[in-house]
């Protein structure tokens, strides 16, 4: 991958797609990718926390992979593609898993439920994602914490929307 372009007053010039939409956008260096989803382009359902790579809340896809994107920098997704809960809740074959996660009961506060539903999107857009078992599955969940504790909900929506 080319290294991004560095302007003359220490921006950086990055080349992404996000949900679908190409853009060329200049970023301080150190902005982090949170950051720049949800001040730079109103993706605010992207949701932070422990900012520390922990808790889940900030995930999003890039090129298809689960990120943290309280711990990488904007900078690291030029020439990326970026899925964020808001590209998610777009697609038609996501709306099974935002109809399971009302149906089960997977949320409370709703805090954690953009990243739940970006982490169990990963699932359904794989075949061996599809094809966990229920401790498997709850293993590749078990990076998204929910501090109103609605596991079972969220475990049962997963479930539903994989079946
Ligand atoms: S805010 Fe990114 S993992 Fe908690
Ligand atoms: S629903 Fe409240 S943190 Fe999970």
Redesign the pocket.
Known sequence: MAHPTTNADGSVSITLTVNGEAMTVDVPADMRL?TFLRDRLGLTGT?????????????VLVDGRLT????ALAVQVDGAELLTIEGVSEREDMQVLLDAFVSEGGFQCGFCTS?QIVTIASLMMSDEGRALDDEERRHHLA?N?CRCTGYYGIERAARKALS
């Open positions: 949170v949701k932070y926390a422990c900012e520390v790579g922990v808790c889940g809340v900030c995930t943290s994107s309280c711990l990243g990076g914490l």
